[in-house]
């Protein structure tokens, strides 16, 4: 049973970690966050080349079209908060699933303040009375996400023995 289960999420990739206690505290040393298999949003970059063939917005105006628009808006940021959404429900569905499955008590949610909110929105409604949803705002490299974690108090630290 592993009663931690963190999700460290951008706008590209999920990943899912789980606190690994040592058998023997005394001797080996531990705990340990241990990454798990990760979710990609292939929608993101398959939507990037697909959907638009211009890469700048407002670039899609031919030569004698008129005069130009100050800002021209092909909706493209609604597009990309829409897949961000979706890849929110379906790594918060894949955590619930995790949480569930190894029995976590706590789960820590760690993303940048958008994909936080979007992540919150769908996990919350899916994780039992029994699990406690933790948050940290911060977008962080795998090798620093157990230290900074321990330093919110969201983690036990890694010790030696």
């Known amino acids: 049973m592993n009663d931690i289960l963190v ?3 951008d706008a590209a ?3 899912f970690l789980a606190l690994e206690r040592p058998e023997f505290p005394e001797w080996e040393s531990g705990p340990t966050l241990v990454e798990g298999e990760a ?3 292939v929608e993101r970059e398959a939507a990037r080349r697909q959907l638009w ?3 700048k917005t ?3 105006r031919g030569p004698g079209a008129g005069p130009a628009h100050a800002y021209y808006d092909d909706h493209r940021e609604n597009h990309a908060e829409e897949f961000e959404r979706r890849f929110a429900r379906l790594a918060a569905q894949e955590a619930a699933h995790r949480a569930d499955r190894c029995q976590a008590r706590q789960v820590v949610l760690v993303a940048e303040r958008r994909m936080l909110g979007f992540v919150r929105e769908a996990l919350a409604p899916l994780l ?3 699990v406690r949803l933790e948050e940290l705002a911060k977008d962080l490299r795998a090798a620093e996400l ?3 974690l321990a330093g919110e108090n969201l983690l036990p630290a890694h010790r030696r023995p």
């Open 39 to 41: 979710l990609i949003n």
């Open 146 to 148: 157990q230290a900074h």
């Open 13 to 15: 990739r999920a990943r």
């Open 128 to 130: 039992g009375a029994q």
């Open 7 to 9: 999700l460290a999420i």
């Open 58 to 60: 407002g670039r899609n």
């Open 53 to 55: 063939s211009e890469t």
